[in-house]
């Protein structure tokens, strides 16, 4: 084995001494404002916060006809009806889902965060949405939009439950298509998860999910994204709280999508580490994160299943 520069060596105790302090005050932080910026920037942008929403299913789209060629053909989304886990600051996503035709889209979450998009927001997607597409109804819209902001859950049903029971929170609602955006890798219990969603999801239901692997705090995600991956189990637990990465890897998801009857399990990667990131964090990881089945190359990947 080549040994390692003495500059890597010292950058290496660097980020892992950086890091601990990041996760240290992303601890303090949630202890004090709690889960409170799903977004790296604030809803008060609005312009920002609509052109995310449009990508994010734009993206999500283009995913599940790469997937399911069949469903690119038109007139897929007709009807089905949508869940969305852990959709963050707003409901752009669900009227712009709404918009195209969709049966209902349905949204479930541990944390209120959809409180703070304001009214103005929602007038600015809507117009938005009515000036870019066309048949767009925005009364329709609007209408869905005050039911669901007075608790009077219809087509847009968006449901908060601090247990994140998705079986109960969806009562007896089936489900076709199951999206998910930087959210699976916050949730508690991956495996509990899946159960539930292969409980509502109907026959033949696809799953289209982006995780993001990665270190979440803002400065050292740019400069060593797999930071969190340095440190064993029992320090990272030190610095626990409720949507902390759980640092489950694409070969966990895999097991826990197969074992719950999902078949036609695709997990491809989003982005991946640099080469030189590569080579300069081997024999860094902590040791559960050591073997390649871990593909710590991978910082986020999509995964699509379709329900058996
Ligand atoms: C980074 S945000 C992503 C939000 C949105 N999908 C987006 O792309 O902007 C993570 C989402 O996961 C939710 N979340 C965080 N911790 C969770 C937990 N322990 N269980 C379930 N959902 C959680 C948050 O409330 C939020 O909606």
């Not at 004090?32 to 920002?48: A, C, F, M, N, W």
């Not at 609007?142 to 859950?153: I, M, Q, V, Y």
């Amino acid at each position: 084995m080549v040994p390692e520069p003495m500059s890597d060596a010292l950058k290496n105790w660097f980020y892992f001494l950086t890091g601990a302090v990041f996760l240290f005050l992303a601890r303090v932080k949630h202890t004090i404002y709690g889960y409170s910026t799903p977004k790296p920037y604030s809803v008060e942008q609005l312009d920002r916060c609509i052109a995310y929403d449009i990508k994010v299913v734009d993206e999500w789209l283009e995913r599940l006809y790469g997937y399911l060629p069949a469903a690119g053909r038109g007139g897929f989304l007709t009807g089905k009806r949508v869940l969305e886990l852990g959709p963050g600051s707003d409901l752009g996503v669900g009227l712009y889902l709404l918009s195209m035709g969709i049966e209902e889209y349905n949204a479930v979450d541990v944390n209120d965060l959809v409180e703070s998009a304001s009214d103005e927001f929602y007038e600015r997607f809507i117009a938005y949405l009515r000036d870019n597409f066309d048949g767009v109804d925005p009364s329709f819209l609007k209408r869905e939009l005050a039911r669901t902001r007075s608790g009077d859950n219809g087509r847009l049903n968006y449901v908060c439950r601090p247990d994140f029971d998705i079986v109960q929170a969806l009562g007896s609602r089936k489900i076709d298509i199951i999206f998910s955006q930087a959210a699976f890798e916050h949730f508690d219990d991956i495996d509990k998860t899946i159960q539930d969603i292969s409980r509502v999801a109907a026959k033949d239901a696809i799953a289209v999910v982006l995780i993001d692997l990665q270190t979440h705090s803002r400065w050292i995600k740019d400069k060593d994204p797999n930071n969190i991956y340095r440190y064993p189990k029992w320090f990272y637990d030190l610095f626990h709280f409720r949507g902390i990465p759980n640092r489950a890897r694409p070969y966990q998801y895999k097991e826990s999508f197969q074992k719950h009857g999902w078949r036609d399990i695709v997990i491809e990667p989003a982005s991946v580490l640099s080469s030189d990131m590569r080579g300069f964090m081997n024999g860094h990881y902590s040791k559960e994160f050591g073997c390649d089945r871990n593909q710590m190359e991978y910082l986020s990947v999509w995964l699509c299943a379709t329900k058996a």
